[in-house]
């Protein structure tokens, strides 16, 4: 089944612990994107990235960084995560550039 | 003001009407998309367009390039169109990509 799967779905971590969202899709898409969903904010872009070893910022980088080694994946890393990242994370992907997009489940963060 | 404004915030309708949400955006894009988040929070693209007009099954999505605007339309709406219906923009500037996207239009289709 072509899909895109985020892990974990829920995590609730400590101020300036370490930890990283993982992304990965299975229908050899090269784009894919990160974005974070907050109440009265919508969605808003994090980082992008249109083929393995390219990425670029979005709208709300600051904070997160992200590496993308192969196709399959693009994980989200939060170096030092503070209750500002308190937010819903949807990874997706799309074939070739941001076109129609399958989006993940969604991780909902909490950041105490 | 937001690059991007959807109107209205929240829309309640009787099954069998039909709705129409709307899109306004301030900047030159390269593409606009109409997606659908469910109850449960997970999101589905509906539409890519660039120009003029789409058509899936009961949903109707068009654009105007020079008005900057787009609305989406749903025939003879369901209880099961209840979602929040977001648009959002395309910018590229040389090889980069940005999306911007509206804040949502909550809609309650009632049986």
């Known amino acids: 089944e072509a899909q895109v799967t985020q892990n974990p779905r829920y995590l609730i971590t400590v101020t300036g612990k370490k930890l990283t969202v993982t992304c990965s899709q299975n229908?050899?898409?090269?784009?894919m994107s990160w974005y974070r969903q907050d109440p009265g904010l919508g969605l808003r872009q994090i980082y992008y990235s249109m083929n393995v070893e390219v990425t670029d910022k979005g709208d709300v980088p600051e904070g997160y960084k992200v590496s993308r080694k192969e196709k399959r994946n693009f994980p989200l890393i939060l170096e030092s995560p503070s209750p500002n990242q308190t937010s819903l994370y949807f990874c997706?992907?799309?074939?070739?550039?941001?076109?129609?997009?399958?989006f993940g489940p969604g991780t909902r963060l909490t950041v105490t | 003001k937001n690059e991007v404004e959807q109107s209205p915030q929240n829309l309640t309708a009787q099954e069998g009407e039909f709705i129409t949400i709307n899109c306004s955006y301030s900047?030159?894009?390269?593409?606009l998309h109409w997606l659908q988040q469910h109850p449960g929070g997970g999101i589905v693209s509906l539409f890519m367009l660039s120009s003029g007009k789409k058509k899936h099954g009961r949903l109707i999505a068009t654009i105007n390039i020079q008005e900057k605007h787009s609305s989406l339309h749903i025939t003879a709406s369901h209880p099961r169109d209840s979602a929040v219906y977001i648009c959002a923009v395309m910018r590229r500037g040389g090889s980069n990509y940005k999306l911007t996207f509206g804040k949502g239009t909550l809609l309650t289709v009632n049986p």
């Open positions: 229908m050899n898409h090269e784009y």
């Open positions: 997706a992907s799309s074939p070739l550039g941001p076109g129609e997009q399958y």
């Open positions: 900047v030159g894009i390269s593409a």
